[in-house]
């Protein structure tokens, strides 16, 4: 079965850090490039970052460019979402998405808080 | 690229039709040809899922009642016979540029 389980998120101060991860299973996960979505409480998706299959290239929405950092592993399957100095804004589930959008994982909340 | 979705509220009644339009601010096509525009349905609670990817093609699984049409800008989604479980949001989204974008979502309910 094609998947994607997502685990990490909960709940960090402002200004704190929090690392995302998303272990793919059922298809080759070094062929597929993969993105990360977020969804703010009762807002619509914002696309947030990119990666390629080979983990050479990536892009960032511009409400996350130098504070978050995505990655791969792909002798592990496994997609991360480095996320620094982490705002109130930045509150959101956040999901993991195989490059054309057909897999998404089951999202993971997180809440910047004091 | 910016997404415009409309209606962002769609009341429907049960077994009649729904349609929802997309426009994006640029063409769509990409320079393979292929036009990659996604339509995603929302359900309360739930991941997104695509239904239709590349304006009209529909995914594994979808209903043949879902149905995508459009091209370069201009883009429709269309349910045939709204059914109870159709309720949620829908997104289009483009992937033809590098960074995905999303339309604003429209919320599709039953009267």
């Known amino acids: 079965e094609v998947q994607l389980l997502q685990s990490g998120g909960g709940l960090v101060q402002p200004g704190g850090s929090l690392r995302l991860s998303c272990a793919a299973s059922g298809f080759t996960f070094r062929n597929s490039d993969m993105s990360w979505v977020r969804q703010a409480p009762g807002k619509g998706l914002e696309w947030v970052s990119f990666v390629n299959g080979g983990g050479s290239n990536t892009f960032y929405a511009d409400s996350v460019k130098g504070r978050f950092t995505v990655s791969r592993d792909n002798s592990k399957n496994t997609l991360y979402l480095q996320m620094d100095s982490l705002r109130a804004d930045d509150s959101a589930v956040y999901y993991c998405?195989?490059?054309?959008?057909?897999?998404w994982g089951q999202g993971t909340t997180v809440t910047v808080s004091s | 690229v910016v997404m415009t979705q409309s209606p962002l509220s769609l009341p429907v009644t049960l077994g009649q039709p729904a349609s929802i339009s997309c426009r994006s601010s640029q063409s769509l096509v990409h320079s393979t040809g292929n036009t990659f525009l996604n339509w995603f349905q929302q359900r309360p609670g739930q991941s997104p899922r695509r239904l239709i990817y590349?304006?009209?093609k529909r995914d594994s699984g979808v209903p043949d009642r879902f149905s995508g049409s459009g091209s370069g800008t201009d883009f429709t989604l269309k349910i045939s016979r709204v059914e109870a479980e159709d309720v949620g949001f829908y997104y289009c989204?483009?992937?033809?540029?590098?960074?995905?974008?999303f339309g604003q979502g429209t919320q599709v309910e039953i009267k």
């Open positions: 590349e304006v009209s």
């Open positions: 989204m483009q992937g033809t540029h590098w960074t995905w974008t």
């Open positions: 998405a195989t490059g054309r959008g057909d897999v």
